[in-house]
């Protein structure tokens, strides 16, 4: 498999980025959330202009394999990874990991002590493992229905932050 190469968002990546979103839902949630939840969960991306504005609010970054779009990870407002997805096809190869280290390295680099996401059920394992800390339970309403997540907070010190090898 190819290395895994990071770019910045570029405005004609939302299509793609939305589909990876979409994609990422259907197949990779489906042990933690039923097919309404998924759905409403997925719905985020029907507006493209909104999601594409998302992306564009935040600092995004794109992975790739070869030339093939396999994530990308929203880190907003310099402290709150927003969005992090990856391909179905790509999950376990390391490109989560990838999008996380250039997220917390961003952050630290421009003087974020704190680092947060909210965590849905499918990738708490993968953030605990990475030294974030469960702080609260969160019930939130999309559609006609409600999806949990967990918030989760990081503190990047000089012993912690950046690339795990």
Known sequence: MSAIALR???PADAPALADLFRAAIAELTG???DTEQQDAWAARADDAEAFAARLAASLTLVALRGKTVA???SLKDNAHIDMLYVAPDAAGTGV?????DAAETLAKARGT???TVDA?????GFFQKRGYEPQ????????DTWLANTAMTKTLGE???GPRH
Do not use: H, W
Not at 120 to 124: P, Q, V
């Open 136 to 143: 609260r339970r969160n019930m939130v309403p999309l559609a």
């Open 120 to 124: 849905s059920d499918t990738a708490l």
């Open 8 to 10: 910045p968002y570029l």
């Open 159 to 161: 012993d912690n932050a």
């Open 96 to 100: 989560a990991k990838a999008l996380c």
């Open 71 to 73: 994530g990308f990870v």
């Open 113 to 115: 002590r704190k680092l």
């Open 31 to 33: 042990e933690d959330y």
